[in-house]
């Protein structure tokens, strides 16, 4: 299984549309980031986690699901890259490769030395758009192959059957 760690706010902060939302709405930006990596989970079939920093937020670490989608959000005075290195750590085996997602430089030395790979926040841009634009043309595709929910009946038909409803005889 391949599992993709998510440094929520570094990824905010580097992709264009995040960035622009979380200056006049962080929660906003927060749920986008969100959607769009369900997006990413359901067509790559990765498993996601996303880790926040408890930002500005006192207290235990909290944990969602979103959409099938892990949400961490750190305890008091523990910062995202922490939390990642300790999942890189413990989710690393034979049989699962581990991605992060940041363009922290720093985080990715470390977790290179935990056995995961790293992903930059623009290569997981340029992935994400193009998941997106592949998610397009197969909505596409299957909407111009559906056959249409109305059967092609005949003008002159339409026009007796319509007499019959309204009692017309």
Same mark, same amino acid.
């Given at each position: 299984?391949?599992?993709?760690?998510?440094?929520?706010?570094?990824?905010?902060?580097?992709?264009?549309?995040?960035q622009r939302l979380k200056n006049t709405n962080l929660s906003e930006a927060r749920d986008l980031l969100i959607e769009k990596m369900a997006e990413y989970q @359901?067509?790559? #079939?990765?498993?996601?986690?996303?880790?926040?920093?408890?930002? &500005?937020?006192k207290g235990i670490e909290s944990k969602q699901k979103n959409y099938r989608v892990e949400v961490i959000y750190t305890r008091e005075n523990e910062t995202a890259d922490e939390r990642i290195e300790k999942l890189a750590i413990?989710?690393?085996?034979?049989?699962?490769?581990?991605?992060?997602?940041?363009?922290?430089?720093?985080?990715?030395? @470390?977790?290179? #030395?935990?056995?995961?790979?790293?992903?930059?926040?623009?290569? &997981?841009?340029?992935?994400?758009n193009a998941i997106e634009g592949r998610i397009q043309i197969n909505v596409r595709e299957i909407e111009e192959t559906r056959p249409s929910s109305k059967i092609q009946i005949p003008k002159d038909v339409m026009e007796k059957l319509e007499r019959w409803r309204r009692g017309n005889l």
């Open positions: 299984m391949d599992i993709l760690l998510v440094d929520g706010y570094n990824i905010i902060g580097a992709w264009p549309e995040l @359901a067509y790559t #079939g990765f498993r996601v986690i996303i880790v926040f920093d408890a930002h &500005l937020v413990s989710l690393n085996n034979i049989k699962t490769q581990v991605y992060v997602a940041t363009s922290d430089f720093t985080e990715q030395w @470390a977790i290179f #030395g935990q056995g995961a790979l790293r992903k930059s926040a623009r290569e &997981l841009f340029n992935e994400m």
